[in-house]
């Protein structure tokens, strides 16, 4: 059986982590926004079924998720969830309207991509700083709970004993918009990360 990160690879793991989306993912959110974004990492959960918070986070908030995978050289998952209002806000950005009173197919397009584009950045930069090679998945979008959305995902490429769940928030300096970002991957692709030399 893997053994699960010592605190100092925890650590560790949160730099890397944290370096990648500052460089590109938070940057990407900024050009869609055109607007500043602020980000901060606010938790890695190691066993996230023991952790109180983010259960209840996970089965009580209904949001606009959206969901990718990455396989080859290394596999990791990332969920992000929008509230409802702060998705109509990104979509009326992107489509260059006032405001957005539903979403309906093409605003739920637009977020799917804002998705995409996240995470396409944050697979850059992590294939750039470790030279593993990532393909990323299409993204899957749902307003469902997290909860409900997170484990049948999750068991597509997790063993659910031994995974690593960092909560990541994003946040656009002048509207306020929110984004919330897991990322979801065991602990020998955690070791991947932290010993990958580019």
Avoid: W
Avoid at 32 to 42: A, P, R, W
Avoid at 173 to 190: C, E, F, K, P, T
Wanted: charge should be negative; charged fraction near 20%.
């Amino acid at each position: 059986m893997t053994s699960i990160l010592n605190p100092s690879e925890l650590c560790s793991l949160e730099g890397v982590l944290d370096s990648y989306i500052a460089q590109k993912t938070a940057m990407a959110l900024s050009s869609l926004l055109g607007e500043d974004v602020s980000h901060s990492l606010k938790a890695t959960h190691v066993e996230p079924e023991k952790s109180n918070g983010l259960r209840e986070f996970a089965e009580e908030l209904v949001v606009c998720s959206v969901f990718l995978h990455g396989g080859g050289d290394v596999r990791l998952g990332i969920l992000y969830s929008i509230q409802e209002c702060d998705a109509k806000k990104i979509a009326a950005k992107l489509m260059c309207l006032d405001k957005v009173d539903s979403l309906d197919d093409i605003g739920k397009s637009a977020i799917s991509e804002v998705g995409n584009i996240m995470s396409g950045s944050f697979f850059n930069a992590l294939s750039n700083h470790t030279g593993l090679k990532v393909d990323l998945s299409t993204p899957d979008f749902a307003m469902t709970s997290v909860g409900t959305l997170m484990e049948p995902h999750a068991s597509e490429f997790l063993c659910p004993i031994s995974d690593i769940v960092t909560e990541v928030e994003l946040i656009g300096d002048s509207s306020g918009v929110r984004v919330h970002m897991l990322i979801i991957q065991d602990n020998d692709n955690a070791r991947k990360l932290l010993n990958a030399k580019a």
